[in-house]
């Protein structure tokens, strides 16, 4: 039954690997569940608020992109669109508390919902040049192995190059390149779930060296206690004609399309899933993040996006659906599971190898790009650099829109630059440009 309605055959995966695949994607991405509450906290918000909200939201986004859409992609708060809200949303606006703000991504969670139910977000993604989506999907890589390598002091900051090379004699470090070595390894004799088993390993080896410590295993999970953490749906559109908050809601709803759009294309083209320049059940699929958005405002979160991590279950096999199954039952279980949850997601040095091997799987995508012609080179050389640079998936494709069209018109081409790139390439200079980010 599982194989039929996940169509695992078509797909060339069977239950096993998906379940395999559904845990490694878990596992890479489960620090949500504690990073999230931990920066959206700072703006106010209760602790307990945010952890179940976090979890609602990824477990209704995640099973939809699952069961309607059938692709190996999970669904959570994304990360810098968290910060966005707690530092400059309701930071440094003094007369706006974390319930406004809420009301204001729930307001841009009901307009992403509009547009995922149009062709407009289908018609992007068939609009994006081909070169820019392996531009896309390299810079992903890049970019996740840049947070591997740096949540696990690997790589730390510098005073004068911004970045150097971090202790390597410390007891995190040394787990991370053991990790890295003992999943490489695994990788090469060709062990059916590597990733998986590296990280079992390497937790292991985290709990005996006493890096990896549990204070208690289980916890209740605190249940809301309201539907719409904002009051109303009516009072939320309300604050934003009050508040003049239309920044903050195109804002996130800018930010927020193209960081799912760009990671969906970036995963369905490492596994394979896309269609020559189209993905199949693209609006299922693309409704996933913006009924996500919604739902998690209304319970206390900021804006969803697709996870990048997502590939990392790809790469241990993870073509369909029920991989993402697998994701939603693993994160309600976390919710039971909070103290063991928060001890593993702590220690970054357990996932960072996935991490960083994933991102060198993605940057196959190079190989793809038309490097001969500087029309088509530069935009995702660019959208390759400035992710991990700037830590955005959005900035990194806004770079690239804004490029691509001028590179297009100065050599004569603009009539091969569809006219969402030039919408589009208009609207990220404006937020780049005028807009807080």
């Known amino acids: 039954m599982l194989s039929s309605f996940f169509k695992l055959k078509e797909l060339g995966t069977t239950v096993k690997t998906e379940i395999m695949a559904g845990i490694t994607t878990f596992l890479t991405m489960v620090y949500i569940v504690i990073v999230n509450p931990i920066i959206l906290h700072s703006a106010g918000v209760p602790f307990d608020t945010v952890f179940m909200a976090t979890i609602i939201a990824t477990v209704v986004g995640t099973l939809w992109m699952a069961l309607l859409a059938n692709y190996p992609i999970a669904i959570a708060p994304g990360m810098g669109l968290n910060a966005y809200f707690a530092f400059s949303v309701v930071g440094n606006n003094t007369n706006i508390d974390y319930r406004i703000a809420f009301g204001a991504v729930f307001v841009a969670g009901i307009l992403f919902v509009i547009l995922s139910l149009t062709p407009f977000r289908e018609k992007l993604i068939e609009s994006i040049p081909a070169n820019l989506k392996h531009g896309i999907t390299a810079g992903i890589g890049l970019f996740i192995a840049f947070i591997g390598m740096r949540l696990t002091g690997i790589i730390v900051a510098h005073p004068e190059n911004l970045v150097g090379l971090g202790n390597l004699h ?81 804002s996130f709803l800018l930010v927020t399309i193209f960081d799912t759009t760009g990671t969906m294309v970036g995963v369905a083209e490492q596994a394979g899933l896309m269609k020559g320049n189209k993905m199949t059940r693209a609006r299922q699929a693309l409704l996933a993040d913006s009924v996500a958005t919604t739902v998690g405002a209304a319970f206390g979160t900021s804006p969803t996006s697709a996870y990048i991590e997502s590939s990392s279950g790809v790469a241990a096999g993870g073509r369909s659906g029920l991989t993402s199954v697998v994701v939603a039952i693993l994160f309600i279980a976390a919710a039971f599971f909070a103290p063991l949850v928060s001890a593993i997601s702590g220690l970054a040095a357990i996932t960072a190898p996935t991490l960083i091997i994933v991102g060198s799987l993605m940057l196959g995508s190079l190989s793809k790009i038309n490097w001969n012609e500087l029309d088509e080179a530069f935009p995702a050389f660019l959208i390759i650099l400035t992710m991990p640079l700037t830590s955005s998936i959005a900035t990194g494709i806004a770079l690239g829109f804004i490029s691509y069209p001028i590179l297009k018109i100065v050599k004569g081409k603009y009539k091969e630059v569809p006219f969402l790139v030039y919408l589009f390439a208009v609207l990220f200079f404006y937020q780049l440009a005028f807009l807080p980010h």
């Open 170 to 250: 410390s007891p995190t470090v040394l787990l991370a390149l053991g990790g890295l070595a003992i999943t490489l390894i695994l990788m090469a004799l060709n062990v059916n779930g590597a990733l998986f088993f590296g990280m079992i390993i390497t937790g292991a080896i985290a709990y005996f060296t006493e890096q990896l410590k549990f204070d208690g295993f289980v916890a209740a999970p605190n249940l809301p206690k309201e539907l719409f953490i904002f009051g109303d749906p009516i009072t939320a559109f309300g604050d934003v004609f009050q508040y003049g908050l239309y920044a903050v809601v195109f």
